[in-house]
C-alpha cells in the first residue's frame, strides 16, 4: 500500500512543505474500483480474514496504543474495540457470498411476465472517518461492511487517539490491498478528504462535525451516514429493580469514562426513589472501582487536556456532587461522579457531557419524564428500567431515538441483527450485520422481461377498452 502520511509531531513549518497525502490516497483507492480490484466475493473474503489477522496479530500494539492514548483498561480494550470488531468481521465474512447474491422480489400482474431481482452492487470508493472513543471498532466494522460491499475505501482514523491511529495505520498497509488507503491527520485533513468526490462517506463523530461533514456532501451530492452524539436519557421508573439499574446505569456510564457515545447521559428517576437510586449508584462504583477509582487499573482517563478543562467547567456549575466530583488535572483524571440538585440552566445539561459526570433529575410522573426527553433532540440511545411493562410501553411509544434498550445499557449495540444509527440530531443511516452491508451498497432494482409476449395494452392508441382493462389491472 501507498506510505504517504502527515508525520505526527512535526514542526508546523514542515508539515505546512509536505505534500499532502490526500490525492494520492484517493486517485489509488479509485483506481483499484475501477480496476474491478474489490468487486469478486473471494477478495472481498480475503480482505476480511486479513482483518482478522491484523486484529490478531496487532492485539497487544492496539491493547498498549488503547492504553497510551485513554488509559483503557485492556480488558474493555479487547472487548470494546477488539473483540466486537472481531465478531463483527467474521459475521461479515462469513455471510458476505448471501448477502451479495441478487435477492427476489415478488411481481404484480401488470409486470408480469418477468424477474424480479434487488442485485446489491458495490457503491465505488467510499470515505470513512472515524473519531478517538472506540477508534479501533469505530474504524474498522464500517470499513469491514464497506470491504463486503465490494467497496474501495480511503480511510481517516482520529488525531485524539494519535498510539491508536499509527498502529491502525501500520497494520493496514501491511495486512490490506490497495483499495484501502490510510491518510493520518486532523481537521485540514478531513477537510481536504471532504472536498473530494466520493460515493459514499461514512462519518462517526460529534454532531457538530457531523453537520460540517452532510455540508461538503450535499455539494456533489455525496450519500451519507452520520454516526453522532447527543444526550441519551436513563429513565428510572419506581416499579425497577433500583440496585440492577443502578450497577447498570453505573456501568454503561463510566466504561471508558463516560466517552462512549451510547453512555446515559442523564438519569430521569422518579422522585420518590431517587436518594435510593443515588446510594445504589454510589455502591456499584465502590464495588466497580473501590473506594479510590483513580488508583483503579480498571478505570479510564480523559482523552486531552481540552476535554479535561471542558468537563471540569461543566462540574464547577453542574450541581452537587452526590458521588465523586474529584479531579486530578496533570492524570487528566475525573472521579465518576454523580451529580444532584443540577440548576435548570445548568450548561451541563445543554450538551453532550462525554465524560464520568451523570447528572440526576427527578420526575414527577412517567408522562414528566416522556416530555423532557421530547424537549431536546432526539437521542442515540435511550434507556428504560421498569418492571412496570406500561411504563416501558408509554416510552417507547412515545419518544424517539436511535435505539433503546429496556433495563440495561449499552448492550443493544451487540446483536448484529439489531441495526445500529441514530435519528434527527444522533445521525442518520445504520450498520452493523446486513444493514452495514446495505449501507455501502446501491440496492439495484432489476426487472428482467422475455421478449413475448409485448401485449398492445399499454402502448398507444389510447382506447376505451384498453383504459377499461388496465383501470381493473392495477
Ligand atoms: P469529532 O466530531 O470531534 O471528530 C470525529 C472525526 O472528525 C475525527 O476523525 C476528526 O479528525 C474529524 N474532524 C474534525 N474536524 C473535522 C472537520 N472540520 N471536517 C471533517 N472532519 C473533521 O468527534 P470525536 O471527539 O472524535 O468523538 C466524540 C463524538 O463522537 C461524540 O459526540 C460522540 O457521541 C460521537 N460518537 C458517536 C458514535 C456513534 O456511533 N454514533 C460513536 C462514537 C462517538
Known amino acids: 500500500m501507498a506510505t504517504t502520511e502527515i508525520p505526527t509531531g512535526t514542526a508546523p513549518e514542515a508539515a505546512a512543505a ?4 490526500v490525492p494520492e490516497a484517493v486517485a ?23 482483518l482478522l489477522t491484523l486484529l490478531e496479530e496487532g492485539e497487544d500494539r492496539l491493547l498498549a496504543a488503547l492504553a497510551t492514548d485513554v488509559g483503557k483498561p485492556r480488558l474493555e ?26 435477492r427476489r422480489a415478488g411481481l404484480p400482474l401488470t409486470a408480469m411476465p418477468g424477474k424480479a431481482r434487488i442485485q446489491p452492487e458495490p457503491l465505488g470508493t467510499v470515505l470513512i472517518i472515524a473519531p478517538w472513543n472506540y477508534p479501533v471498532q469505530l474504524l474498522l466494522e464500517p470499513l469491514a461492511a464497506a470491504l463486503a460491499a465490494g467497496n474501495a475505501c480511503v480511510v481517516k482514523p482520529s488525531e485524539l487517539a494519535p498510539a491508536t491511529s499509527a498502529v491502525l495505520t501500520d497494520l493496514l498497509r501491511t495486512h490490506l490491498d490497495d483499495a484501502v488507503q490510510v491518510v493520518e491527520g486532523g481537521p485540514e485533513v478531513a477537510t481536504e478528504l471532504l472536498e473530494q468526490r466520493w460515493d459514499h462517506i461514512f462519518f462517526t463523530g460529534s454532531t457538530r462535525i457531523g453537520r460540517v461533514v452532510a455540508e461538503a456532501a450535499a455539494k456533489h451530492l455525496t450519500p451519507v451516514t452520520l454516526e453522532l452524539g447527543g444526550k441519551s436519557p436513563a429513565i ?13 446505569i453505573a456501568w ?67 450541581g452537587t456532587p452526590a458521588v465523586g466530583g474529584q479531579t486530578d488535572a496533570d492524570e487528566r483524571y475525573i472521579a465518576p461522579t454523580v451529580l444532584v440538585d443540577v440548576p435548570d440552566d445548568a450548561t451541563i445539561m445543554e450538551e453532550e457531557i462525554f465524560g464520568p459526570l451523570l447528572p ?22 435511550l434507556y428504560v428500567f421498569a418492571a412496570d411493562d ?29 441495526p445500529f444509527g441514530g435519528v434527527g440530531d444522533s445521525g442518520q443511516g445504520r450498520y ?38 388496465i383501470r381493473k389491472a392495477i
Open 390 to 418: 406500561d411504563a416501558v410501553d408509554a416510552v417507547l411509544e412515545r419518544t424517539s431515538s436511535g435505539g433503546v434498550c429496556v433495563n440495561h445499557t449499552l448492550v443493544h449495540i451487540t446483536p448484529p441483527e439489531l
Open 18 to 21: 509536505a505534500p499532502s497525502p
Open 360 to 381: 440526576v433529575l427527578p420526575i414527577t410522573s412517567v408522562a414528566d419524564a416522556i416530555d423532557r426527553v421530547n424537549a431536546r433532540p432526539k437521542p442515540l440511545a
Open 432 to 469: 452493523h450485520g446486513q444493514s452495514g452491508f446495505d449501507t455501502f451498497s446501491n440496492l439495484k432494482s432489476v426487472l428482467r422481461k422475455p421478449s413475448r409476449p409485448d401485449p398492445a395494452l399499454m402502448y398507444p392508441p389510447y382506447t376505451d377498452t384498453k383504459e377499461k382493462i
Open 77 to 102: 480494550g479487547w472487548t470494546t474495540d477488539l473483540g466486537v470488531t472481531a465478531s463483527e468481521v467474521a459475521l461479515l465474512a462469513k455471510n458476505v457470498g448471501k448477502w451479495a447474491k441478487p
Open 236 to 248: 428510572v421508573h419506581k416499579s425497577a429493580n433500583l440496585e440492577v439499574a443502578a450497577r447498570r
Open 252 to 318: 454503561g456510564k463510566f466504561l471508558n469514562a463516560g466517552q462512549t457515545c451510547i453512555a446515559p447521559d442523564y438519569v430521569l428517576v422518579d422522585e420518590s426513589v431517587q436518594d435510593e437510586l443515588v446510594d445504589h449508584i454510589r455502591t456499584a462504583v465502590a464495588d466497580f472501582y473501590g473506594e479510590v477509582p483513580k488508583t483503579s487499573e480498571d478505570y479510564a482517563r480523559i482523552v486531552n487536556a481540552r476535554h479535561f478543562d471542558r468537563l471540569s467547567g461543566l462540574l464547577a456549575d453542574g
Open 28 to 50: 489509488t483507492a479509485r483506481a483499484a474500483f475501477d480496476r474491478g480490484v474489490t468487486r469478486p466475493i473471494a477478495w472481498r473474503r480475503a480482505q476480511l480474514e486479513a
